[in-house]
């Protein structure tokens, strides 16, 4: 092994998870009565198939439960007031591994406890500064594999105080210490994609930005699902060169550092290191074969992720292939490891389920197609323990559509009913064969669904009835499918809800809310923001604009470089839509969106401000420079993939910010934001609000305590809708 190799790996080790163990859990001692209201998600179950781990926010706070999957008996297994993010029962039953957040914020941990409560201890993530995300188990169950997000090198870096051209960045200054202001400094950038994306010049004024998307990229129809707010996983969302441990920071300096270990829960056996990854890293272990030789790891940025087989040995690298983005849990390999079944969109537009075949190293010596949908990407992949069969669910325009696939044989795909439109999670249940469902919908809280072999599904005692999910008197409302085109063609999607008790064909005010990501995707899911807006009088229509999933490989990359222009051109051309179909009154249009769909609120404000009557902004960004100096790293490396880089680009970056237009804001704004978020830091909501009170303009921001990037706490997500539904109607004249 090269001296420099063998120096990372000394490095890597030097900082694995050592278990700290902690207070035994409430295990079968604590059960409280439970909330009549409450949602069920991210299931696992044990090898028997009987009892499933699982995320339930009964006491107002998603924590760990276990209940009987066809009875009616549960347990609150771990009482900490901590959020629960993600939740993995061992192959041998002996130990449930889940992610917390502390505080609620953005850095994580991996617990692991004994069913019955006993043994509760932190694997990792332990360290100050630190952060810790799951991966799988091992065959065995011996193992459980994480993933360490390092605490940065300290600075004190040197600063030069003349940047070099951005076509030649200066690799010693650290990014995180470059000079006050450096982002306002003048210059040409090079965009992303190259001169066909166009340039912006040094006023910062930019090309022609209603003419459609960028040169080398197209708007095919296809898609991929992301995780959602509160069913989704949890890990770090960014992009990296490698497994090697190499490359640099977005400044040249130090990148951030991700390692993923094997680790023995029980503190027996060492932290074995299974791979590492610089930059902006999503690193995950999502297998290892049958006899440890192999492990498949997930790495890359967001629209460029590899799935990577390594040799446990040597952390030699086997075989690379693309994966789509959203669901982490990519793949599996076969019983003998010659196999490697994978959902991939490689050199596709659709994800499909393919299977790579295998040497003895790991290269890939061939590639098929098992299973593939025209025009719908395969979002969910769980396999049955033997390796013989696999569950499969399809994205078709936003609805889920799952089947069950003979592995062995050549026989057709079964269709699965599902009672509710959306599958969150799928995991297979015992040796029979069994399926626990995590499924979602526009009439029902998130819920657990057993479904044995053969059978219907059937939801779990512990999850709510579709009757409990709102009060009497308000029953949900099931939305319908719009497919708006834009104003260069590009041809758009979302669902719209209607207000119940308005006379037909009479418009009524309406809420065009942007999701996040930018690449996730609006879901006919049951979400209670918009029960809140729609009971009190308001329409909401929650479209996907060009960067999200679900509509093709290329219109996610669609937004790219200048082609984030159009997709705020795109809110307005959504919100026309509704108006010229009758539905939405256009003098009562408001606006709002969270994370990404908060900085492109900012952004149709001062884009388009004669549109809409309000905003509301929540944990948006409003200037992409200072962004880019407050963020995580690994963020910080992936939105330069998304947005542009923070030096190279920084005209664009300028141009592309609300700030650099706030003297366009003509209306009202509500800023929200939580105020653990390291993701996008409070201080981008805070600026935003007080640049429009100097402005003479009604501005107000909501802090919401213990909370980072996602709401997780149940007051917390009830005065967050109520406040933002309040500030809907007083501002939309209700």
């Known amino acids: 092994m090269a001296a420099d190799a063998r120096d990372r790996l000394i490095g890597a080790m030097s900082a694995a998870p050592v278990p700290v163990p902690l207070a035994d859990a409430a295990g079968t001692r604590d059960t409280p009565r439970p909330l009549v209201a409450h949602g069920c998600w991210y299931p696992s179950a044990d090898p028997t198939g009987e009892w499933v781990a699982f995320i339930c926010d009964r006491t107002?706070?998603?924590?760990?439960?276990?209940g009987l999957a066809d009875g009616s008996e549960i347990h609150l297994l771990d009482a900490d007031p901590d959020p629960v993010t993600e939740v993995s029962w061992s192959p041998d039953g002996r130990w449930i591994a889940y992610?917390?957040?502390?505080?609620?914020?953005?850095h994580t941990r991996v617990l692991c406890v004994r069913p019955d409560g006993t043994g509760r201890r932190i694997v990792a993530g332990a360290d100050a500064g630190s952060s810790a995300y799951l991966g799988c188990w091992t065959r065995d169950g011996s193992a459980v594999a994480v993933t360490v997000a390092e605490p940065p090198p300290p600075t004190g870096l040197t600063v030069r105080t003349v940047l070099p051209e951005p076509s030649a960045p200066d690799h010693?200054?650290?990014f995180g210490d470059l000079p006050t202001g450096w982002a306002e400094r003048d210059g040409p950038a090079t965009l992303l994609g190259g001169a066909g994306h166009g340039e912006v010049g040094p006023d910062g004024s930019g090309p022609d930005h209603g003419t459609g998307a960028p040169a080398g990229h197209g708007t095919g129809v296809a898609g991929r699902a992301t995780d959602g707010p509160v069913h989704g996983t949890a890990g770090p969302d960014g992009e990296g060169p490698g497994l090697d441990g190499g490359g640099s920071g977005l400044d040249g300096g130090a990148p951030d550092r991700l390692t993923a270990y094997l680790v023995d829960p029980s503190g027996l056996g060492s932290p074995v290191l299974v791979a590492a990854e610089s930059g902006a890293a999503t690193l995950r272990v999502c297998d290892v074969s049958q006899d440890g030789r192999l492990a498949l790891v997930r790495r890359g940025p967001r629209g460029r992720r590899e799935a990577v087989v390594v040799r446990t040995a040597d952390l030699a690298t086997g075989s690379v292939l693309r994966v789509g983005d959203g669901d982490p849990w990519i793949g599996r390999f076969s019983q003998d490891g010659r196999t490697l079944w994978l959902r991939s969109d490689h050199e596709r537009q659709f994800a499909a389920l393919l299977a790579a075949?295998?040497?003895?190293?790991?290269?890939?010596?061939?590639?098929?197609?098992?299973?593939?949908?025209?025009?719908n990407d395969l979002e969910l992949l769980a396999f049955a323990e033997d390796g013989r069969t696999a569950a499969l669910a399809w994205n078709v325009r936003g609805a889920s559509e799952l089947e069950t696939l003979s592995l062995s044989t050549a026989a057709r795909p079964r269709r699965v009913p599902l009672p509710h439109e959306v599958v969150t999670r799928i995991t297979r249940a015992g040796p029979a064969g069994g399926t626990v469902l995590a499924l979602s919908g526009s009439q029902r809280r998130p819920g657990v669904w057993w479904a044995p072999p053969g059978g219907l599904s059937a939801r779990t005692p512990w999850s709510s009835r579709d009757e409990d999910a709102v009060p009497p008197g308000r029953p949900p409302v099931r939305p319908v499918p719009l497919r708006p085109t834009a104003r260069d063609g590009v041809r758009l999607g979302g669902w719209y809800y209607r207000a119940a008790g308005r006379d037909a064909g009479r418009p009524g005010p309406c809420v065009i809310h942007l999701h996040g990501g930018p690449e996730e995707q609006e879901r006919p899911v049951f979400d209670p923001l918009y029960h809140e807006l729609l009971g009190r009088g308001l329409d909401v229509f929650a479209p996907d604009v060009r960067g999200s999933s679900g509509w093709g490989r290329s219109f996610v990359d669609a937004d790219l470089g200048t082609g984030r222009f159009a997709a705020i051109d795109d809110v307005a051309d959504c919100a026309a839509h509704v108006v010229l179909d009758g539905l939405a009154d256009p003098t009562r249009l408001a606006v709002m969106g969270r994370s990404y769909g908060g900085y492109l609120t900012m952004a149709s404000l001062v884009w388009h401000p004669e549109l809409f009557r309000t905003g509301v902004a929540v944990c948006g960004m409003s200037d992409l420079s200072t962004f880019f100096a407050g963020t995580e790293p690994w963020i910080a490396e992936s939105a330069a993939h998304k947005y542009g880089h923070p030096v190279r680009d920084r005209e664009l970056l300028r141009s592309l910010s609300p700030m650099s237009r706030v003297d366009a804001l003509r209306v009202p704004l509500l800023a929200v934001h939580g105020e653990h978020d390291t993701n996008v830091p409070p201080g981008e909501s805070e600026q935003m609000v007080r640049a429009a009170r100097e402005r003479g303009l009604p501005a107000e921001m909501l802090t919401l305590r213990d909370e980072g990037h996602e709401f997780r706490r149940a007051d917390n997500r009830r005065l967050f809708r109520r406040t933002a539904a309040d500030w809907m109607q007083r501002h939309l004249g209700l």
Do not use: C, H, K, N
């Open 99 to 106: 992610t917390v957040a502390p505080g609620g914020g953005e």
């Open 172 to 174: 010693g200054t650290a």
């Open 357 to 375: 075949t295998l040497d003895e190293d790991g290269g890939r010596v061939g590639l098929s197609v098992v299973a593939e949908r025209e025009g």
């Open 60 to 66: 107002g706070v998603p924590q760990l439960w276990t």
